[in-house]
């Protein structure tokens, strides 16, 4: 970690905003947050589509009730958004499309529709409430901003332990107490693969050998490490070098293997 003092703080050369873009993009470059989106819109349409089922029972009188009016129009909104938001993501959901919905990401204009998609099934709940009791209304708005503010408060206070924790762990590191500062580490959460993830998982390489001669291409379910022996058809059983990563492909420099 380094920096000037009174600028901040950065790794790396990049600051912690940058970082936490690079992070976020990353979502969209293998598709997980496009998945996810995707999901969930599909969720918000399905609630949305199920309110208006539910309205095939209600008689011609409460139809007319102003509460459930606002609903069939906030829910009807939710509806729409939400099915074209189903559709861009599953149209353009392929590797080639992935930086074109990155970039509608990053227009207001797509900002602003999303958020209708997602506050109009929230807002068209609320006046479904107040259509059925004014009570059971101001029960849930109670409760919906006492989450808002138990999760801020909670966030609030994540990020002060982490700030104390981070400060503790680099005065052990400038005190040279690296026992000290590893067992402060010991706790962390460490996110692991699913055994589904793991078994379709591919990682693809480039294979040369000690001259940079190019062996040819494997793809591998596991991130290869140095020392690591594997079969070819072409060149046979061949070992793990260097590894070599650059923004179009990594290259495994190996040579052959006696084993």
Known sequence: MNGNQGSEPTINGKTARELALIAFKSGYEDGTIIARQQHMSSVLGAISFAFFLALFSASTDTLSKPALIASEILF???????????????????????EYIWDIENTTYAGIFKFIALATPILGTFSLILHFSVTAFIFSVATGLLGVFTFLLANRQITSRLSKLGAYQRSLLHAERDEDY?????????????????????????????????????????????????????????????????????TLICKKSME
């Open 182 to 250: 590893f067992k402060s580490t010991e706790h962390e959460f460490k996110t692991r693969s699913t055994a589904e993830e793991i078994c379709t998982r591919k990682y693809d390489y480039c294979l040369k050998n000690q001259e940079k001669q190019l062996i040819g291409f494997i793809t591998l379910n596991h991130q290869a490490v140095v020392g690591d022996v594997f079969e070819t058809a072409k060149s046979g059983s061949l070992s793990i070098l260097r590894i070599i990563h650059s923004e179009e492909t990594t």
């Open 76 to 98: 009807s909104t939710s509806l729409v958004s939400n099915i074209l938001i189903f559709f861009l993501y599953k149209t353009l959901s392929g590797k080639n499309e992935r």
